[in-house]
C-alpha cells in the first residue's frame, strides 16, 4: 500500500497568513482606541471628582452636620492631596511603569469612594477625600502618557490627546449636572459611590488592554531606579503638609482672629515646613520640583499669575453653588443646571485663547482673560437675595469662567514654552499643581472673608452679604493677577513662540 503525504498547499497557507495578517491590523486599532478609551475615562474621573461634590454641600451638612469649615475641607482635602503629591505621582509613573501607577491610582480612589459614600461623621468624609486626591495625583499623570504612548506620532496622537482634553473638560463641566441629579434622586452619597462600578470597569479594562511602559523604555524596577531616578517622597509630603497647615491657619481666623495662637501656631509652622521643602529641594539629588526651573522668566511668572488666578476661580463654583441653593432656593439639580453655561464658558474661552494668540500674543492674551473674568466677579458681588437668574448666575458666571479659560491656557503655554526640553513634563505639572494649590488656598482665604462679614447670620441676606464681599475680594486678586502679567511676563517675542504649542496647552487650560 502506497501512503501519499500531502504538502501544504502553499496557496492556502499564504492566504490564511494574509487573513491573519488582516486580522492583526484591523484589531490593533480596536485595542489602540480600547486603551484610549480606559485612560480618559480615569481622566474623567478625576476632573469630574474635583467638582461634583459642590452642588452636594448642603445635603451633606445637613446629614453630617458639617460645619461652613467643614464644608471646605471638603473640598480642600482633595485638591491639597492632588496638587502636593501631582508631581510625585508623575516621578513614579516614569520610574515604576504607567500601567502600575493608573491601577493604584485608580484602585486607590475607588476605595476612597467608598469610604466617603459610606462616611457617617464628617471627619471621616474628609478624610476619605484626603485619600481619593491622593489616588488622583498617582493616577491622573499617567492618563496622558499611556494615550500618547498609545498612539505613533502624527494626526493619529493629536486626535488622541484631543480626544484626552475634550474628557476631561467634559468631566469639569458635567460635575453640577451629575452631582445634582444623584443627590436629587438618590442621595449625596452616590455623588461619591458612583465611581465605584465606573472604577471597577475601568480597572479591568486597563489590567487587559494596557501594556507597561517607564521613561525610556526601561523594563526592570532595576532600570526603572537607575540614573538617580529616585522618589522625593520627603518633597512631596512637606509640601503637602505645609499647604494643608498653612490653609488650616487661615480658616482658623474666622473663629479666633489673626493673633491667636490656634491660628498663629498652624500658618507659622506651615510656613516653615515650606520652607523646609524649599531647602530639600535645594539639597536632594532628584528633587521632585527642581529650582532651577524658576531661573526661567516664563515659568515664574505664569506659575505665580496661575497661583493667584486659580484662588479666585475656584472658590467661583463653591460659593455659585451655596448661593443658589441657600440664598435663592436651587434645589441640587437646578443648581448644577443653572452652572452648565458657566462649565462651556471655560471650554470656549480655553478653545478661543490660541487663536487670539496668534494676534495679539499670550501675555496680552492672558491679561486680557484676568480683566474678563475680574468684571464677572464684580458683577457677581452685586447680587441679592431676591436676585434672577440672569443677573446673578448666568451673566456673571460666563463672564467669570470665560475669562478663566482665556487667562489659564496662554499661561500654560507661556511657562512650558520657557522651560528647557528636559523639563518640559514637569513644568506642565508645576503649572497644574499652582492653579490647583491656589485654588484650595484662595479657597480658605474668602470662605473666611465670607464668615467674618456673614457674622454668624444665616438669613439670606446675611448669607449674601458674605458672598458678595468674597467676590469683591476676588475681582481685586483677578486684577492683581492683570497687572503682575503685564509687567512680569516676557513679552512679544515669547508669546510668538508659545504659540506653537497653544493647542497642546490648552488642553491642560480648564479649571
Avoid at 504607567?98 to 457617617?120: D, E, I, Y
Avoid at 527642581?290 to 488666578?309: D, E, G, I, Q, T
Wanted: glycine residues 14%; charged residues 10%.
Amino acid at each position: 500500500m502506497t501512503v501519499m503525504v500531502h504538502a501544504p498547499d502553499a496557496e492556502g497557507t499564504a492566504e490564511s497568513a494574509a487573513q491573519t495578517a488582516m486580522s492583526t491590523r484591523a484589531s490593533r486599532p480596536m485595542r489602540t482606541w480600547a486603551v484610549i478609551l480606559a485612560a480618559c475615562a480615569g481622566q474623567f474621573l478625576v476632573v469630574l471628582d474635583v467638582s461634583v461634590v459642590n452642588v452636594a454641600l448642603p445635603s451633606m451638612r445637613a446629614d453630617l452636620g458639617l460645619s461652613t469649615t467643614g464644608l471646605q475641607w471638603v473640598l480642600n482635602a482633595y485638591s491639597i492631596a492632588f496638587a502636593g503629591f501631582m508631581l510625585l505621582g508623575g516621578r513614579a509613573a516614569d520610574i515604576f511603569g504607567r500601567k502600575l501607577m493608573f491601577l493604584t491610582g485608580l484602585g486607590l480612589f475607588t476605595a476612597a469612594s467608598v469610604a466617603g459614600g459610606l462616611a457617617q461623621e464628617g471627619w471621616q468624609l474628609v478624610a476619605a477625600r484626603a485619600v481619593q486626591g491622593l489616588g488622583a495625583a498617582v493616577l491622573a499623570p499617567a492618563t496622558l502618557t499611556i494615550v500618547t504612548a498609545a498612539v505613533p506620532p502624527g494626526p493619529a496622537r493629536t486626535r488622541a490627546i484631543g480626544t484626552w482634553t475634550a474628557v476631561g473638560a467634559a468631566g469639569g463641566a458635567a460635575g453640577g449636572l451629575v452631582g445634582g441629579v444623584l443627590t436629587d434622586l438618590l442621595s449625596w452619597r452616590w455623588v461619591l459611590l458612583i465611581n465605584v462600578p465606573v472604577g471597577a470597569l475601568v480597572l479591568i479594562g486597563a489590567a487587559i488592554w494596557f501594556t507597561e511602559s517607564r521613561a525610556g523604555g526601561g523594563t526592570s524596577h532595576a532600570e526603572g531606579r537607575g540614573g538617580g531616578r529616585r522618589l522625593d517622597l520627603p518633597g512631596a509630603v512637606l509640601v503637602t503638609g505645609g499647604l494643608a497647615a498653612v490653609a488650616y491657619g487661615i480658616v482658623q481666623t474666622e473663629e479666633s482672629g489673626w493673633t491667636a495662637p490656634g491660628t498663629l501656631l498652624p500658618l507659622l509652622g506651615g510656613l516653615a515646613v515650606l520652607a523646609l521643602f524649599v531647602a530639600v529641594e535645594a539639597r536632594t539629588g532628584a528633587p521632585l520640583m527642581p529650582l532651577k526651573v524658576f531661573r526661567s522668566r516664563a515659568v515664574s511668572a505664569a506659575n505665580v499669575a496661575m497661583f493667584v488666578c486659580g484662588s479666585a476661580s475656584f472658590a467661583m463654583w463653591f460659593f455659585m453653588t451655596v448661593y443658589a441653593q441657600n440664598v435663592l432656593g436651587y434645589t441640587p439639580l437646578e443648581a448644577g443646571l443653572a452652572l452648565i453655561p458657566s462649565s462651556v464658558s471655560v471650554i470656549v474661552g480655553s478653545k478661543l485663547a490660541p487663536r487670539l494668540m496668534v494676534r495679539a500674543g499670550a501675555r496680552n492674551v492672558a491679561a486680557i482673560g484676568a480683566l474678563v473674568a475680574a468684571t464677572g466677579f464684580g458683577w457677581q458681588s452685586t447680587m441679592t437675595a431676591e436676585g434672577t437668574y440672569f443677573t446673578t448666575i448666568l451673566g456673571p458666571g460666563i463672564l467669570m469662567m470665560a475669562g478663566a479659560g482665556l487667562a489659564t491656557t496662554p499661561l500654560a503655554s507661556l511657562a512650558t514654552s520657557g522651560a528647557a526640553p528636559g523639563d518640559a513634563g514637569l513644568v506642565s505639572g508645576l503649572i497644574n499643581t499652582s492653579r490647583t494649590m491656589g485654588g484650595a488656598l484662595g479657597l480658605a482665604t474668602l470662605s473666611t472673608v465670607a464668615a467674618a462679614r456673614t457674622a454668624g447670620g444665616t438669613d439670606p441676606q446675611a448669607l449674601t452679604a458674605g458672598y458678595a464681599l468674597a467676590f469683591r475680594t476676588g475681582t481685586g486678586l483677578l486684577l492683581v493677577a492683570a497687572v503682575l502679567m503685564l509687567l512680569w511676563l516676557p513679552g512679544a517675542a515669547a508669546s510668538k513662540e508659545s504659540v506653537q504649542d497653544s493647542s497642546a496647552g490648552s488642553g491642560t487650560a480648564r479649571d
